[in-house]
């Protein structure tokens, strides 16, 4: 099974300011990584998948990056809407499909 | 517009019996693979089942292997999960979620995902 590992386990940010999330995969798994957005009460929502393509209608400021194992979600410049908890979530090799334990970001 | 609407959770005790539908629209239910994914109290996210697009194949995790069944109906755009002999553990919101691949014989990962039903397992 691969271990999705998410860093850190909370930030805590400024409206406007860049947000930096990793998640680190415990074995190589390419570019098969997505995130995933959550709000309280709310149902996940895709925001990005193949590790740096962006789902339909997801705002620019959104970007992902990396390969293999290291992988990285930058929100360029946080607006009070994106204030939640994001998951990334390995599907190159399964089952099982795996997540990483969740960043939530939160206002400075 | 592509909906997935879960219902059939609730409260039950132990070793008892849960069947959760999930209902979807928008989309050509036949031609993709959809997964089952909870949610604990408090914690995040958990994959649960995958069922391929025509049904054939299926996948569990671990904890509920043999206790837990995907299916789905194609002439009601429906899918479902049979819990059976449902542990304290078992308790989480359940998400229906479809699967990006078009009629592939693998999985992927998720597009679309329902609101939710919550299942409570307590004496």
């Known amino acids: 099974e691969i271990v999705m590992t998410q860093s850190p386990a909370t930030l805590s940010v400024s409206p406007g300011e860049r947000a930096t999330l990793s998640c680190r995969a415990s074995?190589?798994?390419?570019?098969?990584l997505a995130w995933y957005q959550q709000k309280p009460g709310q149902a996940p929502r895709l925001l990005i998948y193949?590790?740096?393509t962006r789902a339909t209608g997801i705002p620019a400021r959104f970007s992902g990056s990396g390969s293999g194992t290291e992988f990285t979600l930058t929100i360029s410049s946080l607006q009070s809407e994106d204030f939640a908890v994001y998951y990334c979530?390995?599907?190159?090799?399964?089952?099982?499909?795996?997540f990483g334990q969740g960043t939530t970001v939160e206002i400075k | 517009q592509v909906q997935l609407v879960e219902s059939g959770g609730g409260v039950v005790q132990p070793g008892e019996s849960l069947r959760l539908s999930c209902a979807v629209s928008?989309?050509?239910?036949?031609?993709?693979?959809m997964h089952w994914v909870r949610q604990a109290p408090g914690k995040g996210l958990e994959w649960v089942a995958f069922?391929?697009?025509?049904?054939?194949?299926?996948y569990y995790t671990d904890s509920v292997k043999g206790r837990f069944t995907v299916s789905r109906d194609k002439s009601k755009n429906t899918l479902f999960l049979q819990m059976n002999s449902l542990r304290a553990e078992d308790t989480a919101v359940y998400y229906c979620?479809?699967?990006?691949?078009?009629?592939?014989?693998?999985?992927?990962?998720?597009?679309?995902w329902g609101q939710g039903t919550p299942v409570t397992v307590s004496s």
């Open positions: 069922i391929w697009y025509n049904g054939r194949n299926e």
């Open positions: 928008g989309f050509t239910f036949s031609s993709y693979g």
């Open positions: 979620a479809k699967d990006h691949i078009l009629t592939g014989y693998y999985g992927s990962f998720i597009d679309w």
């Open positions: 979530q390995q599907y190159n090799n399964w089952p099982p499909w795996t």
């Open positions: 193949d590790a740096s």
């Open positions: 074995q190589n798994i390419g570019s098969d």
